[in-house]
């Protein structure tokens, strides 16, 4: 593996120091079955999934985030009955620590939001790594 370091980097025409910005990119991601025995069909960054209970689902990330304090993204599927499905962030009763997130799912215009296994989840994870 190599390590470029530089204090200047100067445009091609060689005029005038190029301004650097620091670039975000997603740190993990998800995409998982959620109905039956839930399994993962793609990731990056997440160790493992664990199914607690219908419509409740904490993943676990591979390498820490520097706190609690990142951003998720999470979309759900039900191909069965093309039905909408709403999405509930974490909240202080449920994981949401430097290392571990849930997402809910739940139909959405359901006046009890009533959690349901979703077929289909993806979940994105953006912050800083610890």
Do not use: C
């Not at 593996?1 to 670039?23: C, F, H, W, Y």
């Not at 990119?25 to 160790?47: D, E, L, P, R």
């Not at 304090?69 to 509930?88: E, F, K, M």
Request: proline share 2%; net charge negative; charged share 10%.
């Amino acid at each position: 593996m190599s390590e470029l370091r530089a204090d200047t980097i100067t445009a091609s025409n060689g005029t005038s120091p190029v301004t650097l910005t620091k670039q975000s990119a997603a740190k993990a991601w998800v995409s998982f079955t959620g109905t039956g025995t839930i399994s993962i069909s793609n990731s990056t960054g997440i160790s493992s999934l664990l199914d607690n209970g219908t419509g409740d689902y904490t993943t676990n990330i591979s390498s820490a985030m520097s706190s609690a304090s990142y951003a998720i993204q999470t979309t759900a599927r039900d191909l069965s009955g093309g039905t909408n499905l709403v999405l509930a962030d974490p909240n202080s009763s449920r994981t949401f620590t430097a290392s571990a997130s849930n997402v809910w799912t739940a139909y959405a215009g359901a006046s009890s939001k009533t959690l349901y296994d979703a077929i289909q989840i993806e979940k994105t994870i953006h912050g800083d790594l610890a």
